[in-house]
């Protein structure tokens, strides 16, 4: 993989979300969150590393951020010729298609 994004928040709020998101009790969260890989360990083989400790709008940023960076980014040049070329290749021939029922 080229690219691998971590979103991570500190333990206490990672705890506390899973316990209110899934209706966990304390113990049945920590036995979920014990049993992944450690998040130290997801963010040094990261790529891209998001802070999701804060406020909303803060992390809106960081992920139009890295939006922005990877957009601009040579490595997805590949796909968005592709998607050009496809997507005027199917104009191109509905235009035929068009053009021969109407004659």
Do not use: W
């Not at 450690?38 to 040094?44: I, V």
């Amino acid at each position: 993989m080229k690219h691998t994004i971590v979103v991570y928040c500190d333990p206490q709020a990672q705890l506390t979300r899973l316990m209110q998101r899934n209706n966990l009790i304390q113990e049945d969260a920590e036995q979920r969150i014990s049993a992944q890989m450690p998040l130290e360990q997801k963010r040094k083989m990261a790529s891209h590393v998001i802070d999701n400790s804060g406020d909303p709008a803060s992390t809106y940023r960081q992920v139009c951020k890295l939006h922005s960076q990877l957009e601009d980014s040579m490595d997805f040049l590949a796909v968005r010729l592709l998607a050009v070329v496809t997507v005027t290749g199917f104009g191109g021939l509905l235009y035929m298609l068009m053009k021969r029922c109407i004659i």
